[in-house]
Structure formats: structure tokens, C-alpha cells
């Protein structure tokens, strides 16, 4: 056939055209249709921050294999795309790079509609990168469904979701302990703080009647409370009395009080409380109706209103003052310089966190309002339920116990954030001139002003501002996680009851992460089951997704992180994708990967990835060139079979088929990937192309084998299988084809044996001949005596002769043994290469040797086996049997290289 298929495959030449193709063709594109069974996947939305990471390409690649795969099992397969607003993230890349223009601080100077404008542009472009990027990865997802997370649609359902469980109690306004952080000047949740371990100095100090150890002596200036444990005898006699002392500031009064909280055996045995810079405390504060005095401020300095000698300064300045004014008062006892703790801090900012105690909006998550299974439930038992009843699936299932272990110690989900962009909270508060014109005056900024002037009125919610005078709209915007848990649902329409929330929704599965398992996985069950139980939804399409795949993180050679301050180990796809195709990276990304375990990545593995893709493209050049072109117009039928090589490579596909196919519901795609390429490699490449180069051709199962292997590799590497497919003329592209059945009429398991003792013999010379430093190009006589295998080997000895390179080949059942010549054993097959002056005989007489005392060593070892009764008597009876069967092939074996040796002269 003659065709203009170049003789290497050009990925840059390629790619960008086929991806345009795929989306002229609409390929992309799903619609309802209820003959089919709809497989929806919502791509976890990229931070609009404008750069892909290893992360988003490791979630692009399995997802487009997913989707792939199911568009061409036939369902109608949608792929949602989409990018995240990010609020602290984003809002924090556009002030640094405001800072670095030279505007100090840009809140300030530019106020909230300005930066507001500035974030917006930022976005905008960032958008734009991040679209061209996930294109290069070659990522089927319907473009023209795509959505942002502040979309004017996808704020309305965030505003109704809030309206909806503040009606229900689920959100209310309280003070509360949060996790703030003075460097963005914002709320952490819980799980966006980390823990980096530090070492720093740890005190001891006489405070009155006791000893008290602390890291934070800045916290203890109004501390006037000691806990101890009721049961430390120590301390007993010192419950419910007062002492009077002198501390930081001069003469304190201070009470004792015992909680079963205090570890006895920690420092001391004695504590005092800070409760409004520490959870514990707190918490031990509402339970005992102490007081809890702000002494840090909201910047991270003293309070001056609390201390006329610290305040105003920063913690590292005034913990150095208060450890000396300790000092010279005789009150510190002991310092501890080696001292090892975790210091909290936000993952985002990476600023210090300082728990503050703040009016913030919480979401309930103990109050039983949700109508779930004839019952009414909380947040935390819809969340359990969800998942223990198997309604939701995680994959891998070790994930479950740290998802419960989370769920378990839940507690209310501060929602509130102090920053400018984001979905902002839509609740109005009623204010007096006073404060309504205070708050205007100093720029509205944050819900840290509505705290200092104790804005506490009449509150009203929705979507517009209430009518009258004096209504302050709350300044903050919600945790990003808020608006993110909508994702599913919202970008199918809610809260309209759309056609394609009934038709594509729940989800067929998220795939994303394991480390975002708590930030967004949990915050998306609690959205949806809530928001679409609420529209009185049956609980089995309240999920947001069926399984919930989590893929590891990727790491350098070494196994560590990688990290953009080290460029040798830091891979940026897109430079991995110009220099060896996007196929490439793919598959170095998926093979080799399993569910929730990390894996190592670095460029040699996906230049290996590189010759594969150009191994694909040269069998499938040699393949064309070797046909006619009438050869793949015609259908395949089992009349086209000839030999039983044919069959042979047609039941090892089938076999392949239905393998892959148990595989992509098993979720295991590194697996199925893995066995593709051996096949393609290994049988296809290496047997069947060559014998497809002789007499033995059959151009009707080259191709259809070919073209069936295009098939299941397209989800793998789109863009070379979708370019050879241009060649066979096809009127229809690669991506809507139907994925490969198993036909099981070209199962012939009885040809499939008889071929695989065929390579075997193929093998087993080739072997002998590269031992014996046979040049490769010099072709030998072989005699082959077959016995029972005759018909086999005798029908395939033209296939023999040519792979094994062989002069002459010579088949009889049984013979005379053969001296002077090489013996082979496969099996009960003898084969005997005569020497003829090509093998050394003394060399061949020392080998024998060698494999006869290796043989009787063996044999040995197993006649030892067999009598001892403890094996024959608890091991299976199949195993036993087994054994027996081995040591008469062995003892057969040594015969035959005892004769051999014999006839050697």
C-alpha cells in the first residue's frame, strides 16, 4: 500500500491539530440521551492561579482515560471542566506581585473595589493558561460546559445553599476559638493548617504555689486561673482555694480548679488557661464560665490595652521582656533550650497561626435537621452513613478509617473569611448611624471592624440588600471549600431543577488527591446530600459521586516532594510535553501508579514512555506497508484466519480484552495500561510482525489486530493512536469508535498452547546459539523429536526455521540420539543442534556436567520434600501431586543429559 505515513512520529507536528479535530468534531460534547447510561466525572476545578503542576496532570491523564473509555463503551460520557477562584491563594499572588510594583499594602491603598478589579484581571488571564494547558494534555472535557466558581450562576446556588441552612440553624454567627492568621489577616479551617516542627525554649515558672511550664510566656499576662487534675495528690489540698501573688504586672489573685483534662505526668502536673489563644483553654473556659481576655491582637501584637508595659509589641519582642522582667522578680525556675514542638501555621500563607476568639459564621455540624432514611440526622451522621453503608465507595479502601477518624472528631466548619474575593457572604446587618458611618470611614474592610464595634443587630440574608437605611452588608467572604463543595450539583444547573442534574447526576466518580480527602472530598458529600435532600431528592442521587478514586502524590527520583526551590528535581509537564509528547508524559504518569499510594517520576522514565509511543507508530507503519488498502475496508470474519498464529495472537486478544476490561472496573488503569504495552510489545511486536514478514502473512488479522490494540490504547495516548487511525481512511475519528469486546468465536485456546510451545522452542535455540557465540546472522541445522507434538511442530516448522534462523530443520516423533550436537530439552521435546565445528565439545561436556550436578541437586532437594510427613501431611493434596509430577519430569530430564553426556566425544 502506498500512503504518506512519515517514518517517525513528529508529536509537535501533530497534537495541536488533532486536538482542534476532536473539538470541531464535537466529540467532546455530551447530551442526554435515555437510551444510554450517563458517566459523568467533575474535574477537580485548577486554582486560577495560571500554572499546572504534576498534580493536575497526573488527575488529567486518569480522567481523560475514564472518560475516554466510557464515551467509547457507548454511554454518554461527560467530562465537566472548570477553574477554582482560590481565594486566599489567588488574592495573596496578585498582592505580592501589587507589593513588588511598589504599593506596600494594596487593601489599603487601593481599597476593595480596585483590588477587587485587579484580582479579576489576574484571574481572567490565569484562566486563559490554564485552558491551553489542560489542552496540551490532551483532556476530552466538554469545553462548552465549562465553569468558574464564581460564575453569576454558581453564586446563586452558593447564596441559596447558605439562605437554605441558615433558615435550617445549620450556619449561624458566634464567637468561637478560629485559627487566624495575622499575615493574611484571614480564618484558617482546621485542616488548612499544618504543623511544622520547631525547636525553641521552654519555660518554667513559680507562678504562686505551683510550678507552670509554658513556650508562650506573652500569653500568661492575664492568665488567672490554675487547672490541675483532681485526682493528682500533689495538688489536692489546693482546690477551690485563691492566691494572692506577684507575676508579670505586679500582684495577681488567682483560683484553683481541677478538670480531668490536666495529664499529670506533663511538665508539672499544673496549668493555667489563655483561653482566648488556645482551643483547650477555651474550651475549658465555657465549661467553668471563665472569662476569656484578648491579649494578642488581630496584627499578632499585645493588646495595650491589657498591658501598659508590653503592649503594642510584637510576640518576639514581648516574650523576650516578659522572660527578663520574670527573671529579675526570681520567678523563673528553669529554661529548657532544646525544646521540640509543632508550630501551626497556614498551608497557604504559611503564616503563624494565633487562635483568636472571633465572631465567625460556623456551619452546625451535630444539629439533626437532614431528612436521611426515614431519620433525622446531622451533618456528621449523613457524612458516616454515606460511606459506611457503601453508598459511596473510596478507592483505596484503607482511606475509609482515616475518613471516619476525620468525620469523628468533626467540629463546626468555620465558614467566614477576611479577605475581599470570593463569594461574599450574603447576610446584612442593621447598624445605628454611628457605626454604619464608622464603618465606612475605615474602609469596610473585614469582619474584624463589625467585631471591634460590636455590630450585633438585626440580621437579614439573601440574595439583595433589604430596603431602608443603615444595613451593612458583612464584609467576608466564604472558605473557598464552601463554594468548591457545590461543584457537582451546581454546575449542572441547581438550584433549578435542570434535565441535566436528573440525567447526569450523581457522578460517576471523583478523581482527585489524597490529601485534599478532608478539604474538599468530605465538604462535597455534606453540600449535596444536604442541598438535594432539601429538594426532596431520593437519598440514593443526594450523593455527589459514586467512588471517590484517590491518586498519590508525585515525587522525585529520591522519593521526595518535589519542589520548585530545587529546579533538577522539579518537572514541569508542559516542558515534558514539547520535548516528548504528550502521549509520553501519560503514561509515565499512569503505568506504575496505584490508588493512594505515591509514586516516582523523572525524565528517563518518560523518555521511555517516548520509544514506546514510537514503537506503536513503526508496527503500525510496518503493518500499513505491508497491506493493501482494500485489506481493512472488508469486515473481519473467522474465514480470513489461516494458521495458528493467527489464532494464537487472536485469542491472546481477546484474553488482553477481557483482562483490560475487568480492570477499568476494578479502577486498576495502571494495570490495564501495563498490559497493552507488553502486548503490543511483546506479542504483537515481537512474534506476530515478524512472522507476518514471511510466507506465514495474513494482512486480514494484522490489521484487525492493530487496529482492536489502537483501540484500547487510545484512552492511554490519544493523539498517536487518533493519527494512525487517519490512515486506515476511516470516515469516523479514533475517540467514537466503540472500545474492543471480547469475541469469544477467536478463542482457541488449544492453537494458543500449541503456539506458545512453538515460541518456546524459538526461544530455547535462540538462546543456545547466543551461549554458544553463534554469530547472529549464521543460521544452523536443527533435528527436533517431537513425540506427541508432532502434528504442531511440523505444521509450524516453516515459522520455526525462519525466526530461529535455521538451515535445515529436521522433525521426527522419536530418534537415534545424536553425538557430537548440542541437546535442548523443552518439555518432553528433545532438540540437538550437531555441532559441525560451531561448538566447542570440551566447552559443552563442562556445561552438561554442570547442568546435570544442578539437576541432581535439585532432584534431590525434592525426593527430601516428599519424604518428609509434614509436608504430606498439611500440605493440599494438589501441591503434593505436583511435586511428584516435577520430580518425574526432573528425574526424566537427568536421564536424558546423562545419555547425552554419554554420546559426547
Known amino acids: 500500500m502506498s500512503f504518506d505515513m512519515e517514518s517517525s512520529y513528529i508529536a509537535k507536528k501533530y497534537e495541536d491539530e488533532i486536538y482542534r479535530k476532536w473539538e470541531k468534531s464535537s466529540a467532546f460534547k455530551a447530551v442526554i440521551d435515555r437510551k444510554k447510561k450517563s458517566f459523568t466525572v467533575a474535574m477537580p476545578p485548577p486554582n486560577a492561579t495560571g500554572v499546572l503542576h504534576l498534580g493536575h496532570a497526573v488527575m488529567l491523564a486518569i480522567e481523560d482515560i475514564m472518560i475516554r473509555h466510557a464515551r467509547m463503551q457507548g454511554r454518554s460520557a461527560l467530562w465537566i471542566p472548570g477553574t477554582d477562584h482560590a481565594a486566599i491563594a489567588t488574592?495573596?499572588?496578585?498582592?505580592?506581585?501589587?507589593?513588588?510594583?511598589?504599593?506596600?499594602?494594596?487593601?489599603?491603598?487601593?481599597?476593595?473595589?480596585?483590588?477587587?478589579?485587579?484580582?479579576?484581571?489576574?484571574a481572567e488571564n490565569s484562566k486563559d493558561v490554564i485552558r491551553n494547558q489542560i489542552r496540551k494534555m490532551g483532556a476530552s472535557c466538554d469545553w462548552s460546559r465549562e465553569k468558574y466558581t464564581l460564575d453569576d450562576d454558581l453564586n446563586l446556588a452558593v447564596n441559596t445553599l447558605f439562605e437554605r441552612m441558615f433558615k435550617d440553624g445549620l450556619i449561624y454567627r458566634g464567637g468561637r476559638i478560629v485559627n487566624w492568621d495575622p499575615k493574611m489577616q484571614t480564618t484558617v479551617a482546621d485542616d488548612e493548617v499544618e504543623y511544622v516542627e520547631e525547636k525553641a525554649k521552654f519555660y518554667y515558672f513559680q507562678y504562686g504555689p505551683v510550678v507552670i511550664g509554658t513556650a508562650r510566656p506573652e500569653t500568661k499576662l492575664l492568665d488567672k486561673v490554675i487547672v490541675v487534675n483532681p485526682k493528682d495528690k500533689r495538688y489536692k489540698h489546693m482546690v477551690g482555694k485563691e492566691f494572692e501573688f506577684e507575676w508579670i504586672e505586679g500582684k495577681i489573685k488567682t483560683k484553683v480548679i481541677a478538670d480531668p483534662c490536666v495529664d499529670m505526668s506533663l511538665g508539672?502536673?499544673?496549668?493555667?488557661?489563655?483561653?482566648?489563644?488556645?482551643?483547650?483553654?477555651?474550651?475549658?473556659?465555657?465549661?467553668?464560665?471563665?472569662?476569656?481576655?484578648?491579649?494578642?491582637?488581630?496584627?499578632?501584637?499585645?493588646?495595650?490595652?491589657?498591658?501598659?508595659?508590653?503592649?503594642?509589641?510584637?510576640?518576639?519582642?514581648?516574650?523576650?521582656?516578659?522572660?527578663?522582667?520574670?527573671?529579675?522578680?526570681?520567678?523563673?525556675?528553669?529554661?529548657?533550650?532544646?525544646?521540640?514542638?509543632?508550630?501551626?501555621?497556614?498551608y497557604r500563607g504559611k503564616g503563624i497561626i494565633e487562635p483568636?476568639?472571633?465572631?465567625?459564621?460556623?456551619?452546625?455540624?451535630?444539629?439533626?435537621?437532614?431528612?436521611?432514611?426515614?431519620?433525622?440526622?446531622?451533618?456528621?451522621?449523613?457524612?458516616?452513613?454515606t460511606v459506611k453503608s457503601g453508598m459511596i465507595k473510596i478507592v483505596p479502601k484503607k482511606f475509609e478509617k482515616i475518613y471516619f477518624h476525620w468525620i469523628d472528631n468533626l467540629r463546626d466548619w468555620c465558614i467566614s473569611r477576611q479577605i475581599w474575593w470570593g463569594h461574599q457572604i450574603p447576610v446584612w446587618y442593621k447598624v445605628n448611624k454611628k457605626q454604619y458611618d464608622e464603618f465606612n470611614k475605615r474602609g469596610g474592610s473585614t469582619s474584624t471592624l463589625l467585631n471591634i464595634l460590636n455590630v450585633d443587630g438585626e440580621v437579614r440574608y439573601g440574595t439583595s440588600s433589604p430596603k431602608g437605611q443603615y444595613w451593612l452588608r458583612d464584609p467576608d467572604t466564604l472558605d473557598t471549600w464552601f463554594s468548591a463543595a457545590l461543584w457537582t450539583f451546581s454546575t449542572l444547573g441547581w438550584p433549578k431543577k435542570t434535565e441535566d442534574l436528573k440525567y447526569f447526576h450523581p457522578t460517576a466518580i471523583l478523581e482527585t488527591g489524597y490529601d485534599i480527602l478532608f478539604f474538599w472530598v468530605a465538604r462535597m458529600i455534606l453540600a449535596t446530600t444536604y442541598a438535594l435532600r432539601s429538594d426532596k431528592v431520593p437519598e440514593a442521587k443526594c450523593i455527589p459521586f459514586k467512588t471517590v478514586y484517590l491518586h498519590g502524590l508525585i515525587r522525585d527520583r529520591h522519593g521526595k516532594k518535589m519542589s520548585k526551590s530545587n529546579p533538577e528535581t522539579c518537572i514541569d509537564p508542559l516542558d515534558m510535553i514539547d520535548k516528548y509528547s504528550a502521549?509520553?508524559?501519560?503514561?509515565?504518569?499512569?503505568?506504575?501508579?496505584?490508588?493512594?499510594?505515591?509514586?516516582?517520576l523523572y525524565e528517563e522514565k518518560i523518555a521511555g514512555y517516548r520509544n514506546f509511543i514510537n514503537k506503536i507508530w513503526n508496527a503500525s507503519r510496518f503493518a500499513l506497508i505491508n497491506v493493501e488498502s482494500k485489506d481493512f475496508k472488508e469486515e473481519f470474519s473467522a474465514a480470513k484466519i489461516k494458521n495458528t498464529a493467527d489464532k494464537w495472537i487472536l485469542t491472546g486478544l481477546g484474553r488482553l480484552i477481557k483482562s483490560v476490561e475487568k480492570d477499568?472496573?476494578?479502577?486498576?488503569?495502571?494495570?490495564?495500561?501495563?498490559?497493552?504495552?507488553?502486548?503490543?510489545?511483546?506479542?504483537?511486536?515481537?512474534?506476530?510482525?515478524?512472522?507476518?514478514?514471511?510466507?506465514?502473512?495474513?494482512?486480514?488479522?494484522?490489521?484487525?489486530?492493530?487496529?482492536?490494540?489502537?483501540?484500547?490504547?487510545?484512552?492511554?495516548?490519544?493523539?498517536?493512536?487518533?493519527?494512525?487511525?487517519?490512515?486506515?481512511?476511516?470516515?469516523?475519528?479514533?475517540?467514537?469508535?466503540?472500545?474492543?469486546?471480547?469475541?469469544?468465536?477467536?478463542?482457541?485456546?488449544?492453537?494458543?498452547?500449541?503456539?506458545?510451545?512453538?515460541?518456546?522452542?524459538?526461544?530455547?535455540?535462540?538462546?543456545?546459539?547466543?551461549?554458544?557465540?553463534?554469530?547472529?546472522?549464521?543460521?544452523?541445522?536443527?533435528?527436533?523429536?517431537?513425540?506427541?507434538?508432532?502434528?504442531?511442530?511440523?505444521?509450524?516448522?516453516?515459522?520455526i526455521s525462519r525466526l530461529a534462523r535455521l538451515s535445515s530443520l529436521k522433525v521426527d516423533k522419536h530418534g537415534e540420539k545424536i553425538t557430537q550436537a548440542k541437546s535442548i530439552f523443552v518439555g518432553d521435546i528433545e532438540i540437538y543442534i550437531p555441532l559441525k565445528n560451531l561448538l566447542n565439545p570440551d566447552k559443552e561436556k563442562k556445561s552438561l556436567n554442570e547442568e546435570i550436578n544442578s539437576k541432581r541437586k535439585f532432584i534431590h532437594s525434592l525426593e527430601q520434600k516428599l519424604k518428609n510427613q509434614s509436608f504430606l501431611k498439611n500440605a493440599p493434596k494438589e501441591v503434593v501431586n505436583q511435586q511428584k509430577e516435577r520430580l518425574k519430569l526432573e528425574l526424566t530430564n537427568l536421564k536424558r543429559l546423562s545419555n547425552r553426556l554419554k554420546y559426547l566425544v
Open 91 to 122: 488574592q495573596s499572588v496578585v498582592e505580592r506581585n501589587l507589593e513588588e510594583k511598589g504599593i506596600k499594602n494594596p487593601r489599603e491603598t487601593l481599597g476593595r473595589e480596585k483590588l477587587l478589579k485587579e484580582i479579576r484581571g489576574f
Open 268 to 346: 508539672t502536673g499544673a496549668m493555667t488557661i489563655t483561653p482566648a489563644h488556645s482551643l483547650v483553654d477555651f474550651e475549658l473556659a465555657q465549661k467553668y464560665k471563665l472569662d476569656s481576655p484578648q491579649i494578642i491582637d488581630f496584627d499578632g501584637k499585645i493588646r495595650k490595652e491589657v498591658s501598659k508595659n508590653f503592649g503594642g509589641m510584637t510576640i518576639e519582642e514581648a516574650r523576650g521582656k516578659i522572660v527578663e522582667t520574670l527573671r529579675n522578680k526570681g520567678l523563673v525556675k528553669k529554661i529548657d533550650e532544646n525544646y521540640v514542638h509543632n508550630l501551626a501555621v497556614s
Open 356 to 385: 483568636q476568639v472571633m465572631k465567625q459564621w460556623f456551619v452546625d455540624v451535630n444539629k439533626k435537621v437532614i431528612s436521611w432514611k426515614g431519620k433525622k440526622l446531622s451533618i456528621k451522621e449523613v457524612l458516616q452513613d
Open 583 to 600: 502521549d509520553a508524559l501519560r503514561l509515565s504518569l499512569v503505568i506504575g501508579s496505584t490508588p493512594g499510594n505515591d509514586m516516582r
Open 664 to 799: 477499568f472496573e476494578n479502577h486498576r488503569y495502571s494495570d490495564a495500561g501495563m498490559k497493552i504495552y507488553d502486548f503490543l510489545w511483546s506479542q504483537y511486536c515481537d512474534w506476530y510482525l515478524e512472522i507476518s514478514k514471511g510466507a506465514d502473512k495474513n494482512p486480514d488479522v494484522l490489521i484487525y489486530v492493530l487496529q482492536n490494540l489502537l483501540k484500547l490504547l487510545h484512552p492511554f495516548v490519544p493523539f498517536v493512536t487518533e493519527k494512525i487511525w487517519e490512515f486506515f481512511g476511516k470516515e469516523n475519528l479514533l475517540i467514537g469508535q466503540s472500545f474492543p469486546q471480547e469475541n469469544k468465536k477467536f478463542n482457541f485456546a488449544k492453537e494458543y498452547k500449541n503456539f506458545e510451545l512453538i515460541k518456546e522452542i524459538i526461544l530455547q535455540l535462540r538462546s543456545a546459539k547466543s551461549e554458544a557465540r553463534v554469530e547472529p546472522g549464521k543460521k544452523i541445522d536443527v533435528i527436533i523429536y517431537a513425540g506427541k507434538h508432532l502434528k504442531n511442530i511440523t505444521k509450524n516448522a516453516n515459522v
